[in-house]
């Protein structure tokens, strides 16, 4: 007997003690049980491009569609097999592919040339160093002397919207989708007649920081592009938040987020819509985040 036999033979097994265990009262003696057990055989080969037909009990179990369906509607690792107990080649080196993408995004900076192209003014973190950025989240929070000095001789006084860049753990994110986000953004707002100000970037900053810059431009709504955590499907996925600086007593949970935006997610062109309008719904009603949907 060879290891696929052997392996039949366990599954085999295994399948029908779940069908004893679980089989549904349809199924008992008395019903259609060979007809449903071809209808359902034929299912399970469509979908997973398995030769032994499961038992009635498992049907259920089953998403609807062909297994190709199931797969293309997630970037989950599903459905990758094996070779005897061991990844698949192709699945391995995938997987460290990923990785090591997701490693490179946190040690990632700011294309300067990006900057350049669209007159982004570059600011810093209270952070010297990325290892430093890394140990102490609070000086990734906060903006060093030079970045003050720096926005107090740009800044567009009183503008409706501040638009802060922070690279936060991935600038490889900003990298890939500010060139095509960002003219959507200011084109959006200047339709809806909302003025925004000199655009800033951070680098080596975390959320919290893009407060401070709304705050020296004296702005009443800040709009936060910033690298999310990269994991092991994209490196490139950015976070967008929208904050009413001006409410009283303000807290973390004045914010509205819209998250996972990037090629394989929430695409540039629907993520900016949804930030501008978000925009024009915090300064039409003075609030955002917990405030604006308690």
């Known amino acids: ?5 052997i392996q039949d033979l366990v599954t085999a097994a295994v399948v029908e003690a779940l069908a004893k265990q679980n089989a549904p009262t349809k199924f ?17 080969a469509d979908w997973a491009g398995m030769p032994m037909p499961l038992p009635p009990a498992l049907q259920n179990w089953l998403p609807d569609g062909n297994r190709a369906t199931y797969l293309g509607a997630t970037p989950a690792r599903l459905g990758v097999g094996r070779t005897g107990v061991r990844p698949r080649t192709d699945t391995c080196l995938t997987f460290r592919e990923d990785h090591a993408a997701a490693k490179d995004a946190v040690s990632s900076c700011l294309d300067e040339n990006i900057l350049k192209q669209f007159n982004i003014v570059h600011l810093h973190s209270a952070a010297k160093d990325r290892a430093e950025f890394l140990r102490r989240p609070d000086l990734g929070r906060k903006l060093d ?44 707002l200047n339709r809806a007649g909302i003025r925004s100000g000199t655009v800033y970037a951070v680098s080596l900053g975390r959320v ?14 800040s709009l936060l592009l910033v690298g999310e955590r990269p994991g092991l499907k994209t490196a490139e996925s950015m976070g967008g938040y929208v904050t009413y600086m001006k409410a009283r007593n303000f807290n973390e949970a004045m914010r509205d987020v819209t998250s996972n935006i990037h090629r394989g997610g929430l695409r540039c062109e629907e993520a900016a819509a949804k930030l501008v309008e978000g925009c024009a719904k915090a300064l039409r009603e003075r609030k955002t985040g917990v405030d604006a949907n308690g």
């Open 1 to 5: 007997m060879d290891e696929k036999q």
């Open 208 to 221: 919290v920081v893009s407060d401070e810059v709304a705050r020296l431009t004296g702005a009443e709504c």
């Open 145 to 188: 002397a030079e970045s003050v000095e720096k926005i107090k001789k740009t800044a567009v006084k009183g503008a409706q919207i501040q638009i802060v860049l922070v690279d936060g753990l991935s600038a490889t994110a900003l990298n890939a989708n500010v060139p095509t986000i960002l003219p959507l953004i200011l084109d959006g």
């Open 28 to 44: 008992q003696p008395g019903g259609n049980r060979p007809a449903e057990e071809l209808k359902l055989a034929k299912r399970v």
